[in-house]
Nanobody, 124 residues
C-alpha cells in the first residue's frame, strides 16, 4: 500500500507561480513512477506531468510544457510540481499519482495510487 499526501497549491494571479509537493509513504513504496493529474470544473481529469523513479523519463501535457517542471527529491519519496506563468485554465484540483510502471501515463486507470487532491486557482 502506498499513501500520497499533497501539499501546496492555493491561488495565484495569472502569470504567477505556485508549487505543489507530494510525499509518498508506505511499506510497498519502492521504485514507483509518480505524477500529477488535474481536473477542472466540468472537464475530464487529465495528466499534467509524470516522472520515472530515477527521474530519467518525464512527460508533460502540451498545455504545460515550458511552464511546469516535475521533479523528485534524492530520497525519491517526494515529488514536486513547480508551476510558472500560470494561466486561468490551469485552475483545478491537482492529484498526485503513483504506479510501478511509467507506461501509458495519460491513462487514469494505469495509476494505482492517488492522493486526495489539492486546489489550484489562477485568477485572470
Amino acid at each position: 500500500q502506498v499513501h500520497l499526501a499533497e501539499s501546496g497549491g492555493g491561488s495565484a494571479q495569472a502569470g504567477g507561480s505556485l508549487g505543489l509537493s507530494c510525499a509518498a509513504s508506505g511499506p510497498s513504496y519502492d521504485n514507483f513512477a509518480m505524477g500529477w493529474f488535474r481536473q477542472a470544473p466540468g472537464r475530464e481529469r487529465e495528466l499534467v506531468a509524470a516522472l520515472g523513479w530515477y527521474a530519467d523519463s518525464s512527460y508533460y501535457a502540451d498545455s504545460v510544457k515550458g511552464r511546469f517542471t516535475i521533479s523528485r527529491d534524492g530520497a525519491k519519496s517526494t515529488v514536486y510540481l513547480l508551476m510558472r506563468s500560470l494561466k486561468p485554465e490551469d485552475t483545478g484540483v491537482y492529484y498526485c499519482v503513483a504506479d510501478r510502471r511509467l507506461t501509458n501515463v495519460e491513462e487514469i486507470s494505469n495509476w494505482d495510487y492517488w492522493g486526495l487532491g489539492t486546489q489550484v486557482t489562477v485568477r485572470g
